[in-house]
């Protein structure tokens, strides 16, 4: 089979440009094998190579005294205390959701669910920030029935709970819906393990599902290209995921870490077997041998191309040594994990694929039952290696320095300014009341309980605030041993930390800097809303085709406004993923980056205040808000204007209000906090409303001659909303004045209506109504 | 329409070649400790019953097949047969 | 001595941890019992945890009735032994024959993670010894199929026994009678869809499924009276 | 063994007379907005296809029988329906 192809179409097929090609020639010194090419093109698609936004990512914060593992492995992992830490990461699946729903969704937990284990760490927590067009179209609904159904098929069966995300419903993605999943793992710090193979004669060890002809390409196929609508072609390439292989490997692979039987694991994803083998042998500074024929199939007649480059789901590769070998096969054996040993470790370099040599040369382990319809490989120790290749070059891919340009219509769209419309439209006296419950019944405000409510999100006992709050909060407790036994330290206390998802497309249009700081701010506000302090972030960066060159503007401003706002924060940026070609008939979505923030609540004995109103107890506003309305729900959804000016990015007013925020919390010097955004004020203060099942009186703070209407839904960033009872109130403003944070009393809570101002009244019922309508 | 018949359609839906059929994969493993070792290939699908009103079984079939690719199954990952017969008048 | 919680662990189950925790709480001494061994090593009283065993695939608790554990969950309920099925347990325990009736999909045709009221409506079940007939209990929900579904005689025979145990104050999912949980003729073996073990803290938000375990407990040192 | 032959079987898995079927239920109410008012009488069953070695066809059948009753279908709520094809030699 290996016979050389000079074949120019050949690569251009599987979208190798030719400089790419020469650079494989050049890095080999001859033409490549057909598998060798297949193996390059994967793994330097942009999906896997990241070689287009390698040259940004660079400028991330990424340290910090409790970063233990940042970006390039599998999952960022922080310290939360002497023995336990956190491993966190996150992953789009677009694309494959967009060709069917539920599987690509379902497969996307899967990946990052493996991303996680395979640091060592119990994945704990799952959450998903969603985009899909509006869902009064009818294949904008069919994709989020099946996505939440996927996630819920999923997530729910292999054992992780889906404890938060978002929901956001735009135009822009109706033929590009977005599906990013975020992964949370605990782990003891010394059970902490990275991909890599070290150790001459090692074994590489394939433990989970049967490799299928599913998904192959799907890394150059898939993510790689932008799509037409409906384009039948790629329908093959579906993959179905399996949560209970996942779950038996998840329980073999922590059992493994715990009797401390591994090296080095890695998760098979994009590119599949060709990446889990080259990556950890670069990483270790070694090389690998494989032979395909100790690969369980799945299918007859399965050729080496398709073996070494499937993306079949549930399969992960460990590194351990040979005295170990038989006491991982009893783990893998008793959770009914299929586990062959499949490559072994060298000291050449170079990434080598053999044919049925194992049984020949003597390397432990036997061939998997070939499936019906095959026949067994034939054992020669002669055999000659279809594939090798420098280990370290299939992960070393090209790096492009793609044009730049500012869009040339976002003056215009800038200067497009909705205030003075708006003005017009809505002077002082308006009654505003239609304006708020029309807001809150949009598709992006309106309650998401009937999506959480499909997801596990109590499972392991850890869930203190679940979904329908700012951020959610889980306590950490020690893990178990393997067998159930309780840890010895089992009773310490431990931290509890706190999560959230956040996404501002819209501003990101208007202005990507300002937008992704934006980003940035609303998750640390709603982490700090719970009394943490935010620690660490992870990103899902989606943009549209990086070869138009405004698509790359974006993103060049976008890295820049993420690292002026971690910087500012603190946060390092532990982890992140990037995904291109997110357009559909030829326009790019808006640029989409979501910030998964986490932070860390130092001690929580009891759940701390939620978004509820108490009847009796002052509303308190911190921050300032001005006439902002560019990119606003009012202003955008309500009333068709989307220019402007997204509100100000102000860090260090950020900074002081999070640990203002965190410490009124963690004292217990309010019974009820919010932070406010989408829709502003007057959405902020209708959930907490609701949550509280009580009415409320406020006056609004018509500074600097804004207008009612400007003041209720402007989205000032910077701002909480407090509940305060009678004996903390001079207490909380005074603590806010030498923070330096603006705070005034609105009103109180009471009574069955929202009576906001004089031109704003509207019955609790009302608001209950238009809030909770349902998209199903 | 006087001229209407009925007909009983089923519709076998099955997991197109290649896809992965965990559910059918998981029972097959778990048959051998129940004493039978000697079962394989199977695969779990979908069985559709259901009575449809037309003139004639060309219809009726066109009817079933338009209602396959639009909702009883999903072409992306599933294959489907039917099978169509017409009922006595009631 | 501490009272012996056995919680199986088929392959697929995911809520045994929790059950451990909210029993070990309790001064319970729970341990895992592996769905492969044949015995359940003489505890005092046997937990068949929520979760998808085998991945539910089939039918829920399809293939895990088949585990070598399982004839040893059989010998302790019929000497008249606790043996308690939650949630995934329950579809266990139907699937077993342990009890009659089966839970299909929820009406609804969605998964349902939520927090419920159910009402106790026996209070002779080894799982309702320490409750009040009437007593209203807030405990999560988290099922795909808790719809139980049975025929007509089962039904009338599981009323006219006062085996209903637990019923839903506003039924989630489609079930039959509002049940949420049932026992068998012994009042030994009890099957439920709520979670205890979600409601045994109140950081967790509610502490009402403590009564239900409490009651496991007591269950497993009283000598069984046959029913 | 020479004397074993392979055979296929379908399985037709629906729900007993009298048991509700949800799902079935819900496709059938979907039918009418997408244009299809003359379909009743629908419900979603199980399809199992798999291939048993077995002496001749009686013993397939019966031990595909014999699967049904302990396995694959649950007779509180399901009927089930068998076919069996010889299936020719590899
Ligand atoms: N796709 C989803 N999956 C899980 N939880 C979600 C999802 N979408 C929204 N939520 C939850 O619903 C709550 C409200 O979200 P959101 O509407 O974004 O409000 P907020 O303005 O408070 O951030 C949050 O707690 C969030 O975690
Ligand atoms: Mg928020």
């Known amino acids: 089979m290996p016979a050389a192809t000079g074949d120019v179409a050949l690569h251009r097929q599987l979208g190798m440009t030719d400089d790419e090609f020469s650079a494989v020639q050049g890095e080999l010194g001859r033409d490549p094998t057909e598998l060798e090419l297949a193996m390059y093109s994967v793994m330097w698609s942009e999906h896997c190579s990241y070689k287009s936004s390698k040259p940004y990512l660079g400028r991330l914060p990424t340290t910090a005294p409790w970063v233990l593992v940042g970006p390039g492995e599998g999952a960022g992992v922080i310290a939360i205390d002497d023995d336990l830490a956190l491993a966190l990461r996150i992953e789009s699946h677009n694309h494959p959701s967009a060709v069917e729903p539920y599987q690509g969704a379902a497969t996307g937990v899967g990946g990052i669910i493996r991303d996680i284990f395979s640091m060592g760490a119990r994945p704990i927590a799952l959450l998903d920030p969603l985009r899909f067009g509006p869902p009064t179209d009818a294949r904008s609904r069919y994709l989020l029935e099946g996505v939440v159904s996927g996630i819920s098929g999923y997530g729910n069966a292999v054992g992780v709970p889906t404890v938060g995300g978002e929901a956001v419903f735009d135009e822009c993605y109706r033929g590009n819906p977005l599906v990013n999943v975020m992964c949370v793992g605990l782990l003891r710090r010394d059970d902490l393990v990275l991909a890599i193979a070290t150790g001459v004669d090692n074994l590489a060890v394939l433990l989970g599902g049967a490799t299928g002809r599913d998904g192959i390409g799907g890394a150059s196929v898939l993510a790689s290209a932008g799509f037409a609508e409906g384009a039948q072609g790629k329908r093959p390439s579906v993959q179905v995921g399996d949560p209970y292989e996942e779950k038996r490997l998840i329980e073999a692979c922590l059992e493994l870490y715990d009797r401390k039987l591994v090296v080095g694991v890695q998760d098979l994803g994009a590119a599949g077997l060709s990446c889990a083998a080259s990556e950890t042998a670069a990483k270790g500074g070694m090389g690998v041998d494989v032979d395909i024929a100790r690969v369980a199939r799945r299918e007859p007649g399965m050729n080496p191309v398709e073996l070494m480059t499937s993306e079949s789901q549930e399969r992960m590769l460990a590194i351990v040594t040979p005295d170990q070998l038989d006491d991982v096969l009893e783990v893998a054996r008793r959770w009914e994990v299929q586990a062959t040993v499949a490559g072994r470790v060298t000291d050449t370099g170079r990434f080598r694929v053999f044919d049925g040599v194992f049984d020949a040369i003597g390397v432990p382990g036997a061939n998997p039952q070939p499936p019906p319809g095959d026949t067994a490989p034939t054992v020669t120790s002669d055999a000659l290696p279809v594939a090798d290749v420098p280990a370290a070059s299939l992960g070393d891919g090209p790096v492009y320095h793609r044009p730049v340009s500012r869009p040339s219509d976002l003056d215009a769209l800038q200067d497009d300014d909705p205030t003075p419309v708006l003005r017009a439209k809505f002077p002082n006296g308006t009654e505003l009341g239609g304006e708020l419950l029309a807001l809150l019944a949009t598709p992006t405000i309106a309650d998401k309980s009937w999506i959480y409510r499909q997801y596990d999100h109590q499972l392991f006992l850890n869930t203190v605030v679940g979904p329908g709050g700012d951020a959610t909060v889980l306590r950490l407790r020690t893990p178990r041993r393997a067998g159930g036994q309780p840890a010895a330290d089992a009773d310490v206390a431990r931290p509890a930390i706190a999560i959230s998802t956040d996404g501002k497309a819209r501003f990101c249009k208007l202005d990507p800097r300002v937008g992704a700081r934006l980003g940035v701010m609303e998750a640390a506000r709603n982490v700090a809303c719970t009394g943490a302090v935010p620690r660490a972030l992870v990103n899902c960066l989606n943009f549209g085709n990086p070869e138009h060159p405004e698509v790359m503007w974006q993103f060049a401003e976008v890295i820049e406004g993420m690292r002026e706002a971690c910087v500012a924060l603190g946060l390092p940026v532990v982890g992140g993923n990037v995904s291109f070609y997110n357009e559909s008939r030829g326009a790019d979505i808006d640029p989409t980056p979501v910030m998964g923030v986490v932070g860390v609540i130092p001690r929580l004995d009891e759940a701390p205040p939620s978004v509820a109103l108490h009847d009796g107890d002052a509303i308190v506003l911190l921050g300032a808000t001005r006439a902002e309305l560019g990119g606003s729900e009012w202003a955008a959804v309500l009333h068709g204007l989307r220019g402007g000016h997204p509100p100000q990015a102000d860090l260090e007013a950020a900074a002081a209000l999070h640990e203002l925020v965190a410490g009124l919390v963690r004292e217990r010097a309010v019974t009820a906090v919010h932070d406010c955004s989408d829709g502003g004020l007057g959405v902020a203060l209708a959930r907490m409303a609701l949550a509280g099942d009580v009415g409320a009186m406020v006056t609004l703070p018509l500074d600097d001659g804004l207008t009612p209407a400007e003041t209720l839904f402007s989205e000032s960033a910077n701002r909480v909303l407090l509940g305060v009872a009678a004996d903390q109130r001079a207490a909380v403003l005074a603590q806010a004045s030498a923070a330096g944070v603006p705070a005034i009393v609105l009103g109180s809570a009471g009574g069955r209506e929202l009576r906001i101002g004089s031109d704003c009244t509207v019955a609790l019922d009302a608001a209950a109504t238009a809030w909770r309508r349902v998209f199903e | ?90 | 001595m501490s009272v012996r919680v056995g919680v199986v662990q088929f392959p697929g189950t995911n809520c045994e941890l929790d059950a451990l925790d909210a029993f070990d709480r309790l001064g319970a001494a729970a341990e895992l019992l592996w769905h492969g061994d044949a015995t359940i090593r003489g505890v005092d009283a046997v937990i068949v945890p929520g979760g998808f065993a085998h991945g539910d695939y089939l039918r829920t608790g399809a293939i895990a009735q088949f585990s070598p554990v399982m004839g040893a969950v059989r010998d302790h309920a019929a000497a008249g032994g606790a043996v308690i099925g939650i949630c995934n347990g329950f579809q266990v325990l139907c699937e077993g024959g342990l009890l009659p009736g089966v839970l299909q999909k929820n009406a609804g045709l969605k998964f349902l993670c939520d927090t419920v009221e159910v009402a106790v409506v026996s209070a002779a079940s080894a799982l309702t010894n320490a409750t009040e007939v009437g007593q209203i209990l807030r405990i999560p929900i988290n099922h795909f199929e808790g719809n139980y579904t049975c025929d007509a005689a089962t039904l009338a025979e599981l009323r006219a026994d006062d085996r209903v145990v637990l019923r839903y104050v506003a039924n989630p999912n489609g079930s039959v009678d509002d049940i949420a949980g049932i026992c068998n003729a012994g009042r030994n073996v009890v099957g439920l869809m709520p979670h205890p073990e979600r409601a045994s803290e109140a950081i967790l938000g509610s502490t009402d499924g403590v009564v239900l375990l409490r009651s496991v407990l007591a269950a497993a040192t009283t000598p069984a009276i046959p029913g």
């Open chain 2, 1 to 90: 329409m006087g001229a209407m018949k009925r007909f009983a359609a089923r519709v076998d839906i099955t997991h197109l070649p290649g896809v992965a059929d965990p559910q059918g994969a998981t029972v097959e493993r778990a048959l051998p400790a129940l004493g039978w070792a000697n079962v394989s290939e199977l695969k779990i699908g979908k069985s559709i019953h259901l009575v449809v009103e037309c003139a004639d079984v060309a219809a009726a079939e066109a009817q079933v097949r338009a209602m396959c690719e639009r909702i009883l199954a999903n072409p992306v990952i599933e294959a489907y047969d039917i099978t169509v017969h017409e009922l006595a008048a009631r």
